[in-house]
């Protein structure tokens, strides 16, 4: 079955495929893998990093109660220029101080072609040290060296990451603690 846009991904395969081919150089690692995989197996990878931005922590609410994913936003925020935007059946009032925006932005986008992509080259053969922090392990030892991972990582808490630093960079404007900038 294919993916629906805004309803299961915020892009399509087409699309993702031009901004893989516009991002990456013909003979890179990321852009030779994505281009081998099957569009069945692109479209895999992009519902999961569907899902992973959909498990952040994002500022605001969906601008529509309706709406399938949580993008598009509206944000609470003091940007002048979204104020002469007029958009129907919205969450809240513009007028209350929230910016209301009307389609998806290409950040969002962008960023989960990025962790898609991500999936794909990584997803299937995690590193040592991420299968130990799935596990849990707070501290690793090998001879002489001692890796200490924090509090250790649980599965579900990996899951709700990006795995992409990419993808994660193109976000931190919608992410919870962010700064708006206008």
Known sequence: ???????????????????????YVSTSTE???WNALS?????????????????????????VDSQTLEFPRA????????????VTGVNVNKYYGYVV???????VKDAQVEEAMTLSVEGTSLSSRS??????????TLGDLTEKYGTGLSSSYNSTQFISNTAKELMK???AGSVSIC
Do not use: P, W
């Open 1 to 23: 079955m294919a993916i629906v846009v805004n309803t299961d991904t915020y892009i399509s395969v087409v699309d993702a495929d031009l901004y893989m081919a516009n991002s």
């Open 131 to 140: 299968k130990l922090q799935q596990q849990g392990v707070k501290e690793f």
């Open 173 to 175: 404007y919608y992410l």
């Open 75 to 86: 944000i609470k925020g003091n940007c002048n220029y979204y104020y002469d935007t007029n």
């Open 101 to 107: 925006e009307e389609e998806v932005a290409q950040c």
């Open 31 to 33: 852009l030779v893998t």
């Open 39 to 63: 569009d069945g197996d692109k479209e895999i990878h992009l519902k999961n990093a569907t899902k992973r931005i959909d498990r952040q922590i994002i500022r605001g609410i969906k601008a």
